[in-house]
């Protein structure tokens, strides 16, 4: 047993909300590796590149300040002021109806920040070099977990081995570690993929998150900084699979002829800035988030939708909660009293926000225009009742005081 590692947390995966937990614990004092089988890609023209991009709202911003993150992000971060829902679900792809929910109704700052997924993983890989309590390895992955009543004990594909109080599971909707120790998942198909793709323009977004629904799931333009001296947005365009497909397939003039007309012209003409990318589109969510010496944070945990910033601060606010107790509980963060508190205060929130997306993701994609007509009338009565409107923002950007 000479060759056994003793660390205090070992995080499985190395993606975006793999490198926060482990920043988090590590900044917390708590000895924390990181392993994770693919190397991050920390360039945007390379290879492999997650050109999505995140929005970090309010109470994401302020957990990321806590463990001394923001700084790092703040300078590449575009502020989202605005999130103007906008229908052109008629006959002819127009908008015919748009609503705008302004930050300022209910708060002096943005609804938050926007960043690009490729970015944040750059600012956080240079930053782990500064934490001595942080090991990162990547391009290794997780071959083993043996879970015990007192401890883990991990073996990583080179053939490292750990012992260690508390196994964070952040490798994904097919988590590996999930599996190990023998959780379940629901999982919601919805044959819709995802492009994900930059554009200049020539309007200017004003710090607009721009969402237009007509069939198939919204499309949906997020500002960025200004690219080449043009407004620049990121673009999720989410599809039918067969459509998506063919969309990702078509040269370049000819998808730009389409998106344009997607976009219901807002914006002018939408001209590609970045190559086109393209996800699957599932919802899915743990039957647990906790196991024997585990937590479930993230992607391993739940998956929606991209509608309404949700995913990776869902994610946060689970990482926050698990290092809450973790620091309230330090001589032994993964005893089975301290998962169940992480559980009970995760859960109920991660299972509603689930389907709550799920429910805006089903009226999106609808092509009957009797439910299209019915969907705008809907969005026209929650905007116009002023209460509710800024029920609806708090609850979405996570703020209810």
């Known amino acids: 047993m000479s060759d056994l590692q003793d660390i205090d947390i070992f995080v499985s995966g190395g993606?975006?909300?793999g490198l926060v937990a482990t920043i988090a614990f590590a900044q917390a004092g708590f000895t924390t590796l990181c392993a994770d089988p693919a190397?991050?890609?920390?360039?945007?023209?390379?290879?492999?590149?997650?050109?999505?991009?995140?929005?970090?709202?309010?109470?994401?911003?302020?957990?990321?300040?806590?463990?001394?993150?923001?700084?790092?992000?703040?300078?590449?971060?575009?502020?989202?002021q605005v999130m103007r829902i906008v229908d052109a679900g008629g006959p002819d792809p127009v908008a015919r109806a748009s609503h705008d929910f302004d930050?300022?109704?209910?708060?002096?700052?943005?609804?938050?920040?926007?960043?690009?997924?490729?970015?944040?993983?750059?600012?956080?890989?240079?930053?782990?070099?500064?934490?001595?309590n942080a090991m990162f390895r990547p391009g290794t992955g997780t071959a083993h977990i043996l879970t015990r009543q007192g401890e883990a004990l991990v073996r990583l594909q080179d053939g490292t081995r750990l012992r260690t109080k508390l196994v964070v599971a952040a490798d994904g909707r097919a988590s590996p570690a999930r599996a190990a120790v023998g959780l379940d998942v629901h999982t919601t198909r919805y044959g819709q993929k995802a492009l994900a793709f930059a554009v200049t323009h020539d309007a200017p977004h004003?710090?607009?998150?721009?969402?237009?629904?007509?069939?198939?799931?919204?499309?949906?333009?997020?500002?960025?900084?200004d690219h080449d001296g043009q407004p620049c947005s990121a673009v999720v365009w989410m599809e039918t699979g067969a459509q998506a497909q063919r969309l990702a397939a078509l040269p370049e003039t000819a998808f730009e002829a389409e998106m344009?007309?997607?976009?219901?012209?807002?914006y002018g003409p939408l001209r590609l800035a970045s190559r086109r990318t393209i996800?699957?589109?599932?919802?899915?969510?743990?039957?647990?988030?906790?196991?024997?010496?585990?937590?479930l944070v993230a992607e391993a945990a739940h998956v929606v939708p991209p509608i309404g910033a949700q995913g990776l601060?869902?994610?946060?606010?689970?990482?926050?909660?698990?290092?809450?107790?973790?620091?309230?509980?330090?001589?032994?963060?993964?005893?089975?009293e301290v998962l169940a508190r992480y559980n009970r205060a995760r859960l109920p929130e991660v299972t509603a926000r689930v389907a709550g997306v799920d429910a805006l993701n089903r009226a999106s994609m609808t092509g009957i225009q009797p439910?299209?007509?019915?969907?705008?009338?809907?969005?026209g009565l929650l905007h116009g009742a002023t209460p509710v409107r800024r029920m609806l923002m708090r609850a979405g950007m996570g703020t209810f005081n």
């Open 15 to 17: 993606g975006v909300a």
């Open 39 to 80: 190397p991050p890609v920390t360039e945007r023209e390379a290879a492999g590149a997650d050109l999505r991009t995140t929005a970090i709202l309010q109470p994401g911003r302020a957990f990321l300040e806590r463990i001394s993150l923001w700084d790092r992000f703040a300078k590449h971060a575009t502020p989202l």
């Open 103 to 132: 930050a300022s109704d209910i708060s002096d700052g943005p609804f938050g920040w926007n960043l690009p997924n490729w970015l944040l993983r750059r600012e956080m890989v240079a930053h782990l070099a500064s934490l001595p």
């Open 206 to 225: 004003n710090n607009i998150s721009t969402e237009i629904h007509r069939t198939g799931g919204p499309f949906t333009l997020v500002p960025l900084p």
């Open 260 to 266: 344009t007309a997607r976009s219901a012209h807002l």
């Open 279 to 295: 996800w699957p589109i599932i919802s899915q969510r743990a039957t647990s988030m906790m196991a024997e010496r585990t937590a």
């Open 313 to 336: 601060n869902m994610s946060l606010g689970d990482i926050e909660a698990l290092l809450d107790q973790a620091e309230a509980h330090r001589a032994d963060p993964g005893t089975a």
């Open 371 to 379: 439910l299209r007509d019915l969907r705008m009338r809907a969005l």
